[in-house]
């Protein structure tokens, strides 16, 4: 399979005019993969016709992937301004301040000025050791704050005009979180990073984003095969063995992975597969400009396999009190034990 091009990937364009690819490459090894796989993925990818990654400090491998990025400037295989960079801010670098120091370690280990976007990870500042059990509870965990939040989104907006993070970001909100915070927002988000696969197709708040000009950005696209042991659970549902899957993945001569991806671009996100196998990732970026579209009855048939099959549930960040993961969810549509909302 040869590199793609990466002028022909498709674009997409965000709220402030921003053109951006519509497939990046998501950098979490979990606890299967070494940073140095990861970064030498990152570094093939590159030469693939990646121009988009997605990072998090938390991931453990900045540093390594920021190595690749100079290598890759180096090499001549492209230029800073080519890439789209994303990273996040990690739940211990919420409070007052702390967003900017959290940043400078970021920007420091990717080796780097300014990144294209800043996500809050996850919308409460409840931190938990890497790689802990998911019955692990931290006791100065609280639940989803409107006044915490925007104290951290005011800081991120300070970025931006610092001229540090060009776009910022929310990710695993709720509507009732987006309905609580966005009318305070100076700066808008410019996506959403959120669970997207065919058996959690989340459409209400799917359609809740693009009614508000806000990009959603999809992680475990494929559903993640390669996600922790310690996330995994009996009813999670594989969504690459459907049948309907298989069928549609026949139809099309290929694995049912291309068309999880060619699902996520037609709908309308932005997926961010994994994958340190060359054979993968380039095929997976090969799915963008392929020429073989899935039919319109092809899509309204993947429509029809939404099974509310969550598979990153969030247990370590319980609060005392909350009754169990769908607490953090809001699924009554409601913020639960939010002690400010309306």
Request: hydrophobic content about 40%; aromatic content about 10%.
């Amino acid at each position: 399979m040869t590199a793609v091009n990466p002028a022909n990937v498709p674009k997409i364009k965000l709220n402030n005019g921003k053109e951006v690819p519509c497939m990046g490459m998501g950098t979490f090894g979990s606890d299967r993969f070494t940073p140095e796989q990861v970064s030498n993925a990152v570094y093939g990818a590159i030469k693939s016709g990646y121009r988009m990654f997605d990072c998090a400090a938390c991931y453990g491998n900045e540093d390594q992937i920021g190595e690749v990025f100079q290598k890759a400037f180096a090499d001549g295989l492209c230029k800073r301004e080519d890439l789209y960079i994303m990273t996040k801010v990690w739940n211990d670098m919420h409070g007052k301040g702390d967003v900017l120091v959290a940043l400078s370690k970021s920007l420091r280990d990717l080796q780097l000025d300014y990144v294209d976007m800043y996500f809050v990870h996850w919308p409460f500042p409840n931190y938990h050791a890497p790689g802990c059990d998911v019955d692990a509870r931290n006791p100065d965990s609280k639940p989803f704050s409107v006044e915490r939040f925007m104290t951290t989104w005011r800081q991120m907006e300070r970025l931006v005009d610092m001229g540090l993070v060009k776009e910022i970001g929310m990710s695993n909100m709720t509507i009732p979180k987006l309905e609580a915070v966005l009318p305070l927002c100076r700066i808008k988000p410019a996506m959403c990073e959120m669970e997207l696969h065919p058996c959690f197709q989340q459409q209400e708040l799917f359609d809740y984003l693009v009614a508000h000009e806000i990009q959603p950005v999809g992680f475990m696209p494929l559903g993640s095969p390669q996600r922790p042991e310690r996330d995994m659970m009996p009813e999670d549902i594989a969504d690459m063995m459907l049948p309907e899957m298989k069928e549609i993945a026949q139809a099309h001569n290929c694995h049912p992975a291309v068309i999880c991806l060619k699902w996520a671009v037609q709908r309308g996100q932005i997926p961010i597969p994994f994958s340190v196998h060359e054979m993968e990732y380039e095929s997976n970026i090969n799915s963008t400009c392929d020429k073989d579209p899935l039919t319109d009855e092809e899509m309204a048939k993947i429509a029809t396999l939404e099974k509310n099959n969550r598979l990153v549930k969030g247990q370590v960040f319980l609060w005392e009190g909350a009754d169990d993961w769908h607490d953090l969810w809001d699924e009554d549509g409601y913020i639960v034990d939010c002690p400010d909302a309306k």
